[in-house]
C-alpha cells in the first residue's frame, strides 16, 4: 500500500472552501470529500479540520446553518460565500503559479546551471 501523502502548510484552507464550493456539507462530510476527490492519498484529521472550518467561517469565507445529516444527528452545514469564492480562486492561481515555479526549478539540471 502507497504511503498516504501529507498535507503541504497553507493548503488545508484551500483544499476545504474546494470541497465546500461542490456542494453544501457538513464537517465530516467536508473531511470525507477531501479523501475522495483525492483519490484516498489525503486524509486530514479532524483536529485540523474544524479549526480550519472555524477559521473560515470567522474570515467570512464560509458561512453555516444548523441542519439534520444522514444520521438524523444534529450537524453544522457549511457553504461557500462570495467572499470565499474569491479567496479560492485566489488561493488557486497563487498555488498553480508556485507549483509552475516549483516544476521549473526541478527540471533545471546541473548542467544548465
Excluded: C, F
Excluded at 60 to 84: D, H, M, V
Amino acid at each position: 500500500m502507497a504511503k498516504q501523502a501529507d498535507l503541504m502548510q497553507g493548503t488545508l484552507e484551500m483544499l476545504i472552501l474546494k470541497s465546500v464550493s461542490l456542494g453544501r456539507l457538513h464537517g465530516y462530510g467536508v473531511l470525507l470529500r477531501i479523501q475522495q476527490i483525492s483519490g484516498e492519498q489525503l486524509v486530514i484529521q479532524q483536529g485540523s479540520l474544524y479549526p480550519a472550518l472555524y477559521r473560515l467561517e470567522h474570515e467570512g469565507a464560509i458561512a453555516s446553518e444548523w441542519g439534520e445529516s444522514e444520521n438524523n444527528r444534529r450537524a453544522k452545514y457549511y457553504s461557500l460565500t462570495p467572499q470565499g469564492r474569491k479567496q479560492l480562486a485566489e488561493e488557486t492561481a497563487k498555488w498553480n503559479r508556485m507549483a509552475g515555479i516549483i516544476a521549473t526549478i526541478l527540471k533545471i539540471s546541473a548542467l544548465e546551471v
